[in-house]
């Protein structure tokens, strides 16, 4: 891999003819996505043969592409000195502990006091990379999930943990608290996800869905609740809450898969206790990463956040 604005020299090799020329781009191993590839042809950033082309140029074993990635845009988005739990750093990357409630980057209705104007505060070298809207963002968690969330601060380490979050070479471990007993001790759910048909804001188990799979353990039992371990294999929206509650086994506190389940738990304040959790209680607690420049296995894990900690404990010792 190379830095954004070196030149990129490609053949097609004779398995890969006949694909399209963005495709043949977005899987040629240096992180850039379809949409990406096809910016950068239709920017003329992108030669077949010595000469300029289209998205869907098919292509013939033997063809020569040549990609100069343009430079990146810098960022306009506004650098705000936030409170960061920084779990690690180096010039590479920045691994962060997100609180509940942190957005990851501005959008309708956030438009900044996100995690990406910190970063650009934080990180003076970050503006740029990744691109404009999300620069250093390689992955998300959602606005109430805390947890581990790593950052690139270089095009390189961008393009690499971009790859490994494709290639599914990291190990994403989440805890969740769910409504239930699970009747098992561990299990799959292996079931593809979409957007609800009849419900826009919400994502479910769809048929021919994106494939989705999640792997889970069962770590403690409580009154009407258990605490899990997940971990995606797969990353898609919203996976863990959709495929816990297709499972019959929806997390506590969810605004948008579990509605009133609280009223199933028996124990009254065991009940009460999760019908006053303001959130999701989901959070991203272990990432495991090969680093993007040296190569190294690196683990990072981020403590419970104070609320659901505390939940915890309410669930252990229930209040007279």
């Given at each position: ?15 890969q ?66 409170p ?69 601060k ?31 001790t561990?299990?799959v ?40 371990e ?55 607690w ?35």
């Open positions: 891999m190379i830095e954004r604005g070196g030149p990129v020299r490609l053949v097609v090799p004779p398995d003819a006949g694909l399209r020329l963005d495709r043949f781009l977005a899987g040629s191993g240096n992180g850039w996505s379809r949409s990406q590839a096809a910016r950068f042809i239709e920017g003329g950033h992108v030669t077949r043969n010595g000469a300029v082309t289209k998205p869907a140029q098919l292509l013939a074993a033997g063809d020569i592409i040549e990609v100069t990635p343009p430079p990146a845009a810098p960022s306009d988005l506004v650098a705000q000195d936030l960061l739990d920084v779990l690690f750093e180096d010039e590479h990357i920045i691994v962060i502990n997100k609180p509940p409630g942190l957005v990851i980057h501005p959008a309708a209705g956030n438009p900044d006091g996100t995690l990406v104007n910190a970063l650009l505060a934080h990180c003076r070298d970050l503006s740029g990379v990744g691109g404009v809207e999300r620069p250093g963002i390689v992955h998300r968690l959602d606005k109430d999930t805390s947890g581990v969330l790593i950052a690139a270089t095009d390189l380490a961008h393009r690499a943990l971009s790859l490994s979050f494709r290639w599914r070479t990291t190990d994403k471990r989440y805890l969740a608290l769910v409504y239930g007993m699970p009747k098992l561990e299990g759910v292996d079931a593809p996800i979409a957007r609800h048909p009849s419900d826009r804001k919400r994502m479910g188990v769809v048929a021919g869905g994106r494939a989705a799979r999640t792997l889970w353990w069962r770590r403690e039992a409580f009154s009407g609740t258990a605490l899990v997940c971990r995606l294999v797969t990353g898609r929206t919203h996976q863990v809450r959709v495929h816990m509650a297709h499972i019959g086994h929806a997390l506590v506190g969810d605004p948008v898969y579990a509605g009133r389940q609280w009223r199933t738990i028996e124990d009254a304040t065991a009940a009460a206790a999760c019908r006053e959790f303001p959130r999701q209680a989901l959070h991203a272990r990432l495991m990463i090969t680093h993007p420049a040296t190569g190294a296995p690196m683990t990072f894990e981020a403590p419970l956040p104070p609320d659901m900690a505390a939940l915890l404990v309410r669930l252990r010792r229930p209040l007279d």
